[in-house]
Nanobody, 122 residues
Framework: VQLQASGGGLVQAGDSLALSCAASGRTSSSYTMAWFRQAPEKEREFVAAITTSGDNTYAGSVRGRFTISRDSGKKAVYLQMSSLKPDDTAIYYC?????????????????WGQGTLVTVSS
């Protein structure tokens, strides 16, 4: 399975930005796709996840500002980010876990995309 993320860029605080990620290759019929991020000199952290059935969850730091959605037919996941803050600056990674149950822990995700950089200026 390969994941290709896109949509990063440079925006100002308060702006919105959308990320996309498409998976190719054979997967199980049920799986979880998620977004993680890693800021400079920080560990990778969970952002949001969604299952093929639509169950979803968010990190507290982005809840109410970010929205995750998916197109199971296209094996794609999207992250709509609003009210962006400088603290949201990071490389954003999409990931896929072969679990139909919602998972958020990094080591449950077997497949990772290459990352896309989001920079939010103040």
């Amino acid at each position: 399975v390969q994941l290709q993320a896109s949509g990063g860029g440079l925006v100002q605080a308060g702006d919105s930005l959308a990320l996309s990620c498409a998976a190719s290759g054979r997967t199980s019929s049920s799986y979880t796709m998620a977004w993680f991020r890693q800021a400079p000199e920080k560990e990778r952290e969970f952002v949001a996840a969604i299952t093929t059935s639509g169950d979803n969850t968010y990190a507290g730091s982005v809840r109410g500002r970010f929205t995750i959605s998916r197109d199971s037919g296209k094996k794609a996941v999207y992250l709509q980010m609003s009210s962006l803050k400088p603290d949201d600056t990071a490389i954003y990674y999409c990931a896929l876990a072969l679990s139909g149950r919602l998972v958020t822990v990094t080591d449950r995700f077997r497949y990772w995309g290459q990352g896309t950089l989001v920079t939010v200026s103040s």
